[in-house]
């Protein structure tokens, strides 16, 4: 019976693609020295493929028999589904400037709208002119008078403490007052005088509001100085400066003065028990 014997040996087979001196195999077809390209964005960003370019598959160098091949290219198509981007929406229109339909939101009553609207328009009428008033009202209420100067605005005097046939004099608004209790021969000599025919014809119920009570500011209508009292040639008063001379209703009868004492607004109290001035 032949046997057979299996013998193992060690075989050095000779490369299949030949070598350079440096080591590197020689490919003729191949150029080691060209660069990666840019990835598809050409950015230089990144290395991602783009889903919405179609990439490239390259095969590598292969052997075919006893040859190398150089590389093959293809293209396939992208894996993923992309569409393109619209403005506003995400999909196409007919007609991008098309204005949207409201008629679902409007009311059928319109009527009741209307009404709504004139309430709301008049509210806000009626709102505002309340608040114009307001800011107004407080605006002038800053330009009145102040506490103290209305103080001085009025002043009270107590007829009582005057005796008859006697003047008074008071300050009032920084002038002096001449308050007279005239007599009733006082009252007869006034009245009975030709008043027509006076400087400044003037009667003496038109001066005063009471017959016994004479009001008159003191102050001479020549240059302002003040009169004296009891004195002059018509009983009255008489001012020494310029020699102006006022009988007992305070009308000018003699001298360089223009006008009769000005009689400033005054009035009686209820009881006629004061003299209220201002």
Partial sequence: MASFQVLKKAVSLAPT?????SGVPYAPLLNLAVRAP??????????????DVAPQWAGGPSKVGSSLVSKSFTTIPPTL?????????SRALK???ET???SAYRSSNTDGNRALSYFMVGSMGVISASAAKSSISEFLQTMAASADVLALAKVEVELAAIPEGKNVIIKWRGKPVFIRHRTSSEIQEARSTDWKGLR???SDDARVKKPEWLVMLGVC???GCVPIGEAGDFGGWFCPCHGSHYDISGRIRKGPAPLNLE???YEFSEADEKLIIG
């Avoid at 840019?38 to 889903?51: M, N, P, T």
């Avoid at 589904?81 to 929406?89: A, I, K, P, V």
């Fill in 38 to 51: 840019h990835d598809a964005h050409g950015h230089g960003h990144g290395v991602e493929a783009r889903s």
């Fill in 200 to 202: 400044d014809p003037e």
């Fill in 221 to 223: 209508t020549h240059l």
């Fill in 95 to 97: 007609n991008a400037n």
């Fill in 81 to 89: 589904n992309y569409q393109q981007r619209l403005m506003h929406t």
């Fill in 263 to 265: 009689v400033p607004a």
């Fill in 17 to 21: 693609t030949r070598t350079l001196s």
């Fill in 100 to 102: 949207p339909d409201f």
